[in-house]
């Protein structure tokens, strides 16, 4: 299977939607550090957008205020989280009863 040319308008569209998606990813991230948003908001906002929800868990992890490369992996240990796991996956797992 051959990959498509893309025209420059497309390619143009590709890139600004992956800027703002990394932007959107990054912000959330920034709000977690900052306080201004809970790890519970930030999972539920996650939740209900596909693009935060591509965020891995441990990046957000670590997002948290004394929460390291160290302790994320511990958590991440703790509770069987595989270190590429993200948002939405980890989320829809764990919201089953």
Do not use: Y
């Not at 569209?13 to 912000?27: G, I, K, L, V």
């Not at 069987?80 to 989320?91: E, F, G, K, T």
């Amino acid at each position: 299977m051959t990959i498509p040319q893309l025209t420059t308008e497309q390619l143009e569209a590709a890139r600004a939607a992956a800027t703002q998606a990394r932007r959107a990813r990054a912000d959330l991230k920034a709000r977690v550090r900052s306080g201004t948003l809970s790890l519970g908001e930030a999972l539920d906002l996650a939740a209900g957008d596909e693009v935060l929800a591509h965020v891995k868990v441990v990046d957000l992890l670590k997002a948290l205020p004394r929460v390291g490369e160290k302790r994320a992996a511990l958590v991440m240990e703790r509770f069987d989280i595989a270190a590429n796991r993200r948002i939405r996956v980890w989320v829809g797992i764990n919201s089953r009863g």
